[in-house]
């Protein structure tokens, strides 16, 4: 049996006026996810836990198939998992994005999309002026980057206890209420605070104003903590899986349940992804693995953007591209199971996560039909097929 699962993720939205009073997924044109609930069964799962913030870390961990109340310790050590940065006993992982504040607001959480060769040039500024024994700047993908502190023999000054909110969360909104406070905050904020003196007349930004472009015009820390437990895929579920995503988050997930990674030239965790290329990556890897799995950020962050359209379109491009090619390649080669779900809600209304149940559409063998024949979130209020604990939905996928 061959299982495919599509990760569209933070599709799952609320109606909107200027969609006709639709969600998303309504208004999409999707006929190879509709073919896929038309053939077997519409559900929804909640993936994350009220106690836990709603980010695509937790949402992710249920479901790959794990509790995120039993494995859950921050974001930022799944990421460096996707760089191969082992952590110490007492070494924590810090999401480090470069952001773009003005009037003590967070007027840009990607500082305008910025390039991976400008941020790593002010990573590289950061490690030099900032940067020692203790603390190390990676540069990642665009916007998204990492701090790592060293703390040898004493553990790092924050904990689980330290509040630090994301950076997406605060689209549009004052920042004043929401620097990091608790045990070690002191730490993270002159760390904020430096960064800004650092990056005012950096030659990246300066160019970056001359182009008409958006300053990175500082650091932002969140996501901290410490590598977590995370038993093999295959140990649990008896499994071989492969991941494709152009995000680290779900990189450093594949990398620590023991997925095979694989990478797709013109993936670029945005809006301008090459998903066809992603779909058919999705079809070739079908012959080496027992369970692909193709996540694609374009939904959540048109969702980010407030951007209703661009929301529709990148959904039926992964249903023309993805989901339908899949399914075609599923159904040729034997028996299969092909599961569509998003991880968490991002509602374009407040651009950014949310708590609540996702809608999943599942079809293939061994799955009897209901009577549901569309997949969006108004089918699947309707489905009795419901998971609280959402982590729980990968077994009831894989027939265990």
């Known amino acids: 049996m061959k299982y495919a699962l599509v990760i569209p993720d933070g599709c799952a939205d609320e109606p909107q006026a200027s969609l006709g009073g639709k969600t998303p997924l309504e208004a999409a044109a999707i006929p190879a996810m509709d073919a896929i609930a038309s053939a077997g069964v519409v559900g929804r799962a909640n993936h994350?836990?009220?106690?836990?913030?709603?980010?695509?870390?937790?949402?992710?961990?249920?479901?790959?198939?794990?509790?995120?109340?039993?494995?859950?310790?921050?974001?930022?050590?799944?990421e460096a998992a996707a760089q191969g940065i082992h952590?110490?006993?007492?070494?924590?992982?810090?999401?480090?994005?470069?952001?773009?504040?003005?009037?003590q607001s967070m007027r840009d959480f990607t500082a305008g999309h910025i390039s991976t060769e400008e941020a790593t040039q002010l990573l590289a500024t950061l490690q030099s002026e900032l940067g020692g024994e203790h603390l190390e700047f990676i540069p990642g993908v665009s916007y998204r980057n990492l701090l790592i502190y060293r703390g040898g023999k004493n553990p790092p000054p924050f904990t689980s206890d330290t509040r630090a909110t994301p950076p997406h969360d605060l689209t549009d909104k004052s920042v004043?209420?929401?620097?990091?406070?608790?045990?070690?905050?002191?730490?993270?904020?002159?760390?904020?605070?430096?960064?800004?003196?650092?990056?005012?007349?950096?030659?990246?930004?300066?160019?970056?104003?001359?182009?008409?472009?958006?300053?990175?015009?500082?650091?932002?820390?969140?996501?901290?903590?410490?590598?977590?437990?995370?038993?093999?895929?295959?140990?649990?579920?008896?499994?071989?899986?492969?991941?494709?995503?152009?995000?680290?988050?779900?990189?450093?997930?594949?990398?620590?349940?023991g997925w095979r990674r694989i990478e797709v030239p013109g993936a670029t965790g945005y809006l301008d992804t090459d998903y066809a290329a992603k779909g058919r990556a999705a079809v070739a890897a079908l012959a080496e693995t027992d369970l692909i799995c193709v996540h694609i950020e374009a939904t959540d962050e048109a969702s980010h953007e407030g951007n209703a359209?661009?929301?529709?379109?990148?959904?039926?491009?992964?249903?023309?591209?993805?989901?339908?090619?899949?399914?075609?390649?599923?159904?040729?080669?034997?028996?299969?199971?092909?599961?569509?779900?998003?991880?968490?809600?991002?509602?374009?209304?407040?651009k950014t996560h949310s708590h609540g149940a996702v809608p999943f559409a599942l079809a293939g063998t061994g799955i009897v039909p209901d009577t549901l024949r569309?997949?969006?979130?108004?089918?699947?209020?309707?489905?009795?097929?419901?998971?609280?604990?959402?982590?729980?939905?990968?077994?009831y996928f894989l027939g265990s």
């Open 176 to 257: 004043l209420d929401d620097y990091p406070r608790g045990p070690g905050s002191d730490f993270l904020n002159q760390l904020m605070s430096d960064s800004v003196s650092l990056f005012a007349n950096h030659p990246v930004n300066r160019k970056r104003r001359e182009q008409g472009h958006r300053p990175a015009t500082n650091i932002w820390l969140w996501g901290q903590g410490r590598t977590p437990a995370v038993p093999p895929f295959v140990q649990i579920y008896g499994k071989r899986g492969a991941m494709i995503t152009a995000v680290d988050l779900l990189r450093g997930l594949a990398e620590l349940i």
């Open 309 to 350: 359209p661009a929301k529709v379109k990148a959904l039926e491009e992964i249903d023309r591209h993805i989901v339908g090619p899949l399914h075609k390649a599923l159904a040729a080669q034997g028996e299969y199971r092909l599961l569509v779900t998003p991880d968490h809600p991002t509602p374009l209304r407040t």
């Open 374 to 395: 569309a997949y969006d979130e108004i089918a699947a209020a309707q489905s009795k097929l419901a998971f609280v604990e959402g982590w729980k939905l990968m077994r």
């Open 48 to 78: 994350v836990p009220e106690a836990l913030p709603p980010g695509s870390d937790v949402a992710n961990l249920s479901l790959l198939g794990y509790d995120p109340n039993l494995y859950f310790t921050g974001r930022a050590p799944l």
């Open 87 to 103: 952590l110490g006993p007492n070494d924590s992982a810090i999401r480090c994005n470069l952001v773009t504040i003005e009037d």
